[in-house]
């Protein structure tokens, strides 16, 4: 979501909540209502801002389509946020560490010059970046502790997998496949993250169907800035 990226809908913890702000001066109007919690345009221009810095990309070259996928993740984000308890927060070093990430991918982003730079030119502070990691890091903890414990990934999946899949596609490539032993504890990972990937999906699913998700009626299109 992409970010944070382990899982495909990591991706999906890429959101923004209110009263952050990443863009420059947007008009702002409701975009969708969740469970009684506005989100607005300029918390989606906010998600679109901090998507294109973490991608390297400007934000006006997201398509409609990318724009729309970015107000889904905003309401999965949002559903997600509702699941956190009180006392469930983030460590000051894990928000560092998470900027450290995205300042290396900045062309001469480890310098204080040309990152300061860099956030000006996306309409971001250093405060509100962090805050929008913080958020994030907290989201994907939540996603962890609900459903890591459930994901079992057994001995004869993983040869299913090496056998049936690994080794065709190594085969149609060229290339020359390691032995089994090499690459079990990848394809253990592999197919644990693909498990999650699944579960999220399938909670997601269930939080929107047991949700009021609303949006305005005559404004349903992705909104110009």
């Known amino acids: ?41 300029s918390d989606w221009e906010d998600e679109i801002a901090f998507e294109a810095l973490v991608d390297g990309r400007s934000p006006d070259s997201f398509t409609t389509e990318e724009r729309n996928a970015a107000l ?13 308890r009180p006392g469930q927060g983030t460590q000051p070093a894990e928000v560092q560490a998470r900027v ?28 509100a970046l962090e805050k ?23 001995q004869q999946a993983i040869e299913h997998y090496y056998h049936d899949q690994l080794l065709p596609d190594i085969k149609k490539a060229g290339g020359n496949a390691k032995p089994l032993t090499e690459v079990y504890g ?3 990972d592999l197919l644990a993250e693909q498990k999650m990937n699944e579960l999220l999906t399938g909670w997601l699913a269930s939080l929107r169907s047991g949700s009021q998700i609303q949006s305005p009626p005559s404004k349903t299109d992705e909104g110009n800035r």
């Open 186 to 188: 990848k394809i253990k």
């Open 72 to 84: 889904n993740r905003l309401i999965d984000q949002e559903l997600l946020r509702e699941q956190v």
């Open 100 to 127: 450290a990430e995205v300042r290396k991918i900045q062309p001469g982003g480890t310098t204080d010059q040309v990152w300061h730079a860099t956030l000006q030119r996306y309409g971001l502070t250093q405060y």
């Open 1 to 41: 979501m992409k970010m944070w990226a382990q899982f495909a809908l990591a991706a999906a913890l890429s959101t923004i909540f209110v009263g952050v702000s990443f863009a420059g001066p947007v008009v702002d109007r409701v975009v969708t209502n969740v469970n009684g919690h506005v989100l607005l345009q």
């Open 132 to 154: 929008r990691l913080s958020d994030e890091i907290q989201l994907m903890k939540l996603v962890e502790d609900r459903l890591r414990p459930s994901i079992q990934v057994d």
